[in-house]
């Protein structure tokens, strides 16, 4: 999968996946990574998704000198491969429901770190199964990706929590016992009255 994408063993490698929006966020993820390529000189950031921002973003990369670093990659059918080949996944929203594509790579066992808005802070705990950073604030993500990439030991950890955490909470198995509960209780409680 590290292969396909042209990675070499050493990058480390990131993924962002969502829509171009402003609410997603990507020009934070942007904005952290000249801090972010002066300490890890292997990072290779991949992002998935189109949108309305997204020759903004591009016109980003550039002014940035990020050209070498970030790839674009659209819309991808293949997730669960791309999610093989990286290291990490960043979500850096600045407001959010309970974003799909954030518990898809938890699902997979990626390790996380997300910003601190409404529904990433439902499925993540910040430093039990994912990282947490204040949303807008590119220091903030630099800094937990930094610590990620510096304590290696925590990735394979962080990531197994959130994949159980996925399957806990989110699963199929997890959503239709909920249902059943509820639909269990508003049928006790009709029958009370």
């Not at 063993?9 to 942007?30: F, N, P, S």
């Not at 808005?117 to 590119?138: F, K, M, T």
């Not at 197994?160 to 198995?173: G, H, I, K």
Request: charged content about 25%.
């Amino acid at each position: 999968a590290r292969a396909r994408l042209g990675l070499s063993g050493g990058d480390l490698a990131i993924g962002a996946v969502g829509r171009l929006e402003e609410q997603k966020g990507h020009g934070y993820l942007l904005a952290a990574l000249p801090a972010l390529q002066r300490q890890i000189p292997e990072l290779a950031v991949f992002i998935i998704g189109e949108g309305r921002e997204e020759e903004k973003l591009k016109r980003q990369v550039r002014e940035l000198k990020l050209a070498d670093t970030v790839r674009f990659l659209g819309t991808r059918r293949d997730l669960p491969e791309i999610f093989r080949a990286l290291d990490l996944f960043v979500h850096p929203s600045l407001w959010e429901g309970l974003p799909l594509a954030l518990l898809k790579a938890m699902g997979a066992g990626l390790p996380v770190v997300a910003t601190r808005v409404s529904g990433s802070q439902e499925a993540i705990a910040d430093g039990v199964n994912g990282c947490l950073a204040a949303p807008g604030d590119p220091e903030a993500l630099a800094r937990a990706i930094l610590k990620l990439h510096q304590r290696p030991e925590l990735r394979p950890h962080l990531g197994e929590a959130a994949r159980r955490t996925v399957a806990a909470r989110y699963s199929l198995e997890a959503m239709l016992q909920k249902l059943g509960a509820l639909y269990l209780d508003l049928w006790c409680q009709g029958n009370r009255r």
